[in-house]
Each structure stands twice: as C-alpha cells, then as structure tokens.
C-alpha cells in the first residue's frame, strides 16, 4: 500500500512539474511580441506579472476548494454522549 501511495505522490509531482513547464512555454510564448514575462535578461522580463497570473491561479484554485468543501455536505453537529452512555459503550467494550 505504501508503494502505491509513493507511486501516486511521484504522478502528482511530475505532473504538476509538466504543468509548469506548460504553462511557463505558454505564456513566454503568448508575450513575446510586448516584451516577454520571462525572459533570460531579468532586467527585460516582467517576472511581477508571471509571479500576480500564479497569485491569480492560486485564488481561483482555493475558489473551487471552496465550492468542492461546501458541495461535500453539510457539517452535521457531533453527538453528546451523556456519562452514563460513556460508562455503557466502555464496559460493552471490555471483555
């Protein structure tokens, strides 16, 4: 089990590194022709814009976290058991 876990946590980070790469090609590609955003001269690249399109990404990410958290369900209030429930589950429990 643990091997599937390692192996799915690899997937994940190779394909968020693809992710990445994708959209870093992107977007130097698509603002080449006004100055690219990244750039290999860093006084030419506008490196502020690419870092505010991955604080944009992030936002609209934790927005859909949001809608995914309050589609789950509602949060339903835990139980209260009184003392004398307690007593009775731990003794129901011992052998």
């Known amino acids: 089990m643990s091997s599937l876990a390692s192996t799915l946590f690899t997937v994940g980070l190779s394909a968020g590194s693809l992710a990445s790469s994708f959209l870093v090609s992107f977007i130097d590609s698509a603002t080449k022709s006004g ?5 290999n001269d860093i006084n030419a690249a506008h490196y502020d814009y690419y870092y505010w399109l991955l604080a944009g990404l992030n936002v609209v990410n ?31 429990q011992d052998p």
Not at 64 to 73: D, E, N, P, Q, S
Not at 86 to 91: A, L, R, T
């Open 35 to 39: 100055g690219s955003w990244v750039s």
């Open 62 to 92: 934790f927005a859909y976290f949001l809608v995914c958290c309050r589609a789950y369900g509602p949060y339903k209030e835990p139980v209260e058991l009184l003392p004398a429930e307690v007593d009775k589950i731990i003794d129901a």
